[in-house]
């Protein structure tokens, strides 16, 4: 199934039991499915407006796309995320949810996804990824720092 195809095939969507889709190549340039296209099914649609180009700044839709993968997963729902050619856009914004969501390292997220799909982020997302990868780690100390300290000896 090419991609492209199975985003706009509403029913295979819905045999799938895909409840949410998050397109990473939204409007009128890219694939412009939009939350209107979904409107006879119970699919509940977030789109990004991004160009697979190195110059564009993906990381500020890092947190809001992470929340609304989060939300259908623990709704117990299945997300579609996609793009045009489903490697650098959607790869970015599934990497991102599992570094945020998850806490993964970027490497440990990068090997999760490799393992279902071959993903090539562009090298402009790669370095959003990677400075993402810092925040995380600090967060995670943090909380350690933080958690430990509680303890009463």
């Known amino acids: 199934i090419k991609l492209n195809s199975s985003t706009q095939d509403k029913t295979l969507l819905v045999n799938l039991g895909i409840t949410h889709v998050v397109n990473a190549a ?56 996609h793009c045009a050619r489903g490697i650098s856009r959607s790869a970015t914004l599934v990497l991102a949810f599992l570094m945020v969501k998850e806490r993964l390292t970027l490497v440990e997220a990068v090997e999760v996804v490799r393992e279902h799909r071959n993903i090539l982020p562009n090298v402009g997302f790669l370095n959003q990824l990677r400075h993402l990868d810092s925040t995380v780690a ?16």
């Open 26 to 81: 939204d409007g009128p340039q890219h694939i412009d499915t939009g939350p209107c296209f979904y409107k006879d099914t119970n699919i509940l649609y977030h789109g990004v407006e991004a160009p697979d180009c190195k110059d564009f700044d993906l990381s500020p839709f890092f947190t809001e796309t992470s929340d609304f993968i989060h939300g259908a997963l623990s709704q117990k729902g299945k997300v579609l995320v």
């Open 138 to 153: 600090l967060q995670r100390r943090t909380t350690k720092t933080s958690r430990s300290g509680d303890k009463k000896p």
